[in-house]
């Protein structure tokens, strides 16, 4: 298993940003598929810095959100596209055509999906998948209980996460939120993951991630059998593994 685990915060988020660019010069038509939350924000805003400084060709990439959130505007500044549009995507002068964001608003999201998963495969497939690791040990949107088998499709959010979103978006109980993701399936896919998960409250999660049994009860768990998957934690994220 590779598993890379650093000192500290600091040099975990500066890992992780010099991870993407090594893809972006390895293979400079990379499709890269990023995640949104507190794990994944330094690294993003450290991957905007270096090409600040010293620039490198972005013309031909791609990058995409993991998952979204539906029926909620774009522009809500909690939606994974307008956190990546701040984070890095602007930062990087990446265009519409090379930023493939999936719709927060459709009547036909199962249509959606499909065509979404036909984006990626058009554009040669997933070469670095970034996740960022659920307390319970989810993967994007796909909470416990979702089959290995599943494919890109609309999940029912989290109760904690959805009032959350409600109070901050103004949104009725009458409109249903959801959570578009790339499936199971499609994140083992991805020619290389890394998982990376930082903060000693990710610390027992972490543990039955990489040694629990591979159960659907804990989605991450079937990283376990990715063959190109780094699992990066930093020394709180490891505290139940490391000696
Ligand atoms: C959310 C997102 C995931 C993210 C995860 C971890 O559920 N849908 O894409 O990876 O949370 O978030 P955090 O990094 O804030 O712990």
Redesign the pocket.
Known sequence: MNITITENETKFDTLAAWRIIETILANPKAVIGL??????TNMHRIVAQIYQQHPFDVSKITLFP??EITNISRQYSGS?YAMLKNQIVDALGIQDSQFLAPPTVSKDFGCECRKYEAALAAKGGIDLLI?????NG????NQPGTPFESKTWISKM?EV?EARIRKETNTTPEKELG?F?LGIKNIMHSRKIIL?AK?IH?AEIVEKMLFGQITTDVPASVLQLHPNCEFLLDAGAAKAIAP
């Open positions: 995640s949104t939350g507190q794990t994944t993991l998952d994974c996740l960022g690791l659920g307390a989810h993967l994007g949107f989290d996460l959570g993701t990376a903060g990710k």
